[in-house]
T-cell receptor, first 112, second 116 residues
Framework: DAKTTQPNSMESNEEEPVHLPCNHS???????IHWYRQLPSQGPEYVIH???SNVNNRMASLAIAEDRKSSTLILHRATLRDAAVYYC?????????????FGGGTRVLVKP | DAGVTQSPTHLIKTRGQQVTLRCSPK?????VSWYQQALGQGPQFIFQ???????QRGNFPDRFSGHQYPNYSSELNVNALLLGDSALYLC???????????????FGQGTRLTVV
């Protein structure tokens, strides 16, 4: 399985942007980059995904490097509710199982 | 839309017993995946069901088995429980189309299994 590498933890102040990096140097041309987050005592929650171009939605933005070997999840204005573990995942084609392979994730702490 | 629902929410079993966990996928989803999450770790893929068949399996022993019904709901069965099976068991549903990697998965709240 293609692997991702993320920092163990990051801290941010409330209402400031948060940039979460992810390295995926072994990504293949058909792998999608997905981000999920898991709030305390809850199941993982989808955040955003992309293939090559940068993506924006109501929750966050995803910036993908031109060579696709890294990406950055951007939370534009962190709130206390954004405190969670964020997982960067490469989603492989259906023929390879279409599963989500979670790593350790980045624990985000938001300070008031 | 109720989203993904799992039952029960909590369960305590004795070592050696058998357990069945249940999952109802989000409306319109036909693919169900099961994950095991030990305390402090990321979820680990157990297996995925599509069209009532196991499509792929993670690195879990045969004690872990599953089933998918025609209405797409699913069960996870674990036999001969070990203390190490204590974990949060998560169910995720999604579309099983060929481009499934371009779709999001929806997770349930999980079943917390404690083996004593």
């Amino acid at each position: 399985d293609a692997k991702t590498t993320q920092p163990n933890s990051m801290e941010s102040n409330e209402e400031e942007p948060v940039h979460l990096p992810c390295n995926h140097s072994t990504i293949s041309g058909t792998d999608y980059i997905h981000w999920y987050r898991q709030l305390p005592s809850q199941g993982p929650e989808y955040v955003i995904h992309g293939l090559t171009s940068n993506v924006n939605n109501r929750m966050a933005s995803l910036a993908i490097a031109e060579d696709r070997k890294s990406s950055t999840l951007i939370l534009h204005r962190a709130t206390l509710r954004d405190a969670a573990v964020y997982y960067c995942i490469l989603r492989v084609p259906v023929a390879a199982g279409n599963k989500l392979t979670f790593g350790g994730g980045t624990r985000v702490l938001v300070k008031p | 839309d109720a989203g993904v629902t799992q039952s029960p929410t909590h369960l305590i079993k004795t070592r050696g017993q058998q357990v069945t966990l249940r999952c109802s996928p989000k409306s319109g989803h036909d693919t169900v995946s099961w994950y095991q999450q030990a305390l402090g770790q990321g979820p680990q893929f157990i297996f995925q069901y599509y069209e009532e068949e196991e499509r792929q399996r993670g690195n879990f022993p045969d004690r872990f088995s599953g089933h998918q019904y025609p209405n797409y709901s699913s069960e996870l069965n674990v036999n001969a429980l070990l203390l190490g099976d204590s974990a949060l068991y998560l169910c995720a549903s999604s579309w099983g189309d060929r481009d499934g990697m371009n779709t999001e998965a929806f997770f349930g709240q999980g079943t917390r299994l404690t083996v004593v």
